[in-house]
């Protein structure tokens, strides 16, 4: 295949949002407190502050060098909590050009992936447009499921956790939704692949410009809020920096599905 033209080379960037609003409180955090800084650990001992809860430092950082994501946020969170307790945070996003989508919990039965992207709307006051199932839990039904529910694109499939793979990047259609594969997806390269917080910006900015040398156009990256204060996931300000020095488009996932479909009617 032959080099993408620098001009055609894109980059979806997106975060899960796994956590609910509260995070996982006090006791998880200070269990856990050798995976962050002393200064976090002591601002959750004085003030509760709760480190799992990313978002206002990921826009900080990708405010900082001009670029938009997409937030997949989940309808319901392992406590109980509804996404309705992000509704500020998602409605602060939108307002200010990010991108918010369903991380959807079930997609086997129609009615739940109806429920569970209402739920999301409710919380937006706004329409969605796109999904990534947590944990990548695709069941037969998904793709049926989601282009009845009316959701336009996906963001849920890796053929490959143990290896950068080609396959990963571009885009693919399922029942009429199109797919976007995760190309890079930090807990896959902090387990999987060996990387860690010294390793790991380096390996992606090489491979996401082998990648582009061999003709993939899109490549898709998650990086989970939860982890931006987190060991290792904090490196993020040094991801997006060394990435923003190539010719590369950033895209949400909504702007690069709006990009498939005028090229296919073209
Ligand atoms: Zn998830």
């Known amino acids: 295949m032959k080099p993408t033209p620098k001009s055609q080379r894109k980059l979806i960037l997106t975060h ?15 269990a856990r407190q050798d995976r962050f800084s002393p200064e976090i650990i002591q601002k959750v001992q004085t003030e509760d502050f709760n480190p799992y809860f990313g978002v206002p430092r990921v826009r900080e950082i990708e405010e900082k060098f001009g670029v938009k994501s997409t937030f997949f946020f989940r309808p319901v969170y392992d406590d109980g909590c509804e996404v309705g307790e992000y509704s500020q945070t998602i409605r602060d996003l939108l307002a200010h050009g990010w991108e918010v989508g369903l991380h959807a919990n079930n997609t086997a039965m129609q009615q739940d992936v109806d429920r569970e992207k209402a739920l999301i709307e409710k919380a937006a006051g706004t329409q969605i447009d796109g999904c990534r199932i947590h944990c990548l839990k695709i069941c037969d039904n998904t ?6 529910a009316g959701i336009k694109y996906d963001s849920s499939i890796s053929f490959d956790k143990h290896r950068i793979d080609s396959r990963n990047t571009g885009h693919l259609t399922r029942n009429g939704v199109v797919v976007f594969p ?14 860690t917080e010294e390793t790991i910006v380096p390996f992606i900015v090489k491979t996401v ?3 582009y040398e061999s003709g993939a156009e899109i490549q898709t990256l998650l990086w989970h809020d939860n982890a931006v204060m ?3 996931g904090r490196v993020y300000p040094q991801l997006i920096e060394q990435l923003i020095s190539r010719d590369i488009t ?4 909504r702007q690069a599905f709006k990009q498939v479909q005028e090229a296919t009617q073209r």
């Open 16 to 30: 899960d949002v796994d956590w609910p609003f509260r995070g996982p409180g006090k006791a998880h955090v200070l």
């Open 143 to 148: 793709y049926p499921n989601f282009a009845k």
């Open 182 to 195: 995760i190309t890079f997806m930090d807990a896959y390269l902090f387990t999987y692949m060996g990387q």
């Open 209 to 211: 410009d082998q990648l």
């Open 230 to 232: 987190m060991r290792g």
């Open 250 to 253: 950033f895209l949400t996932g």
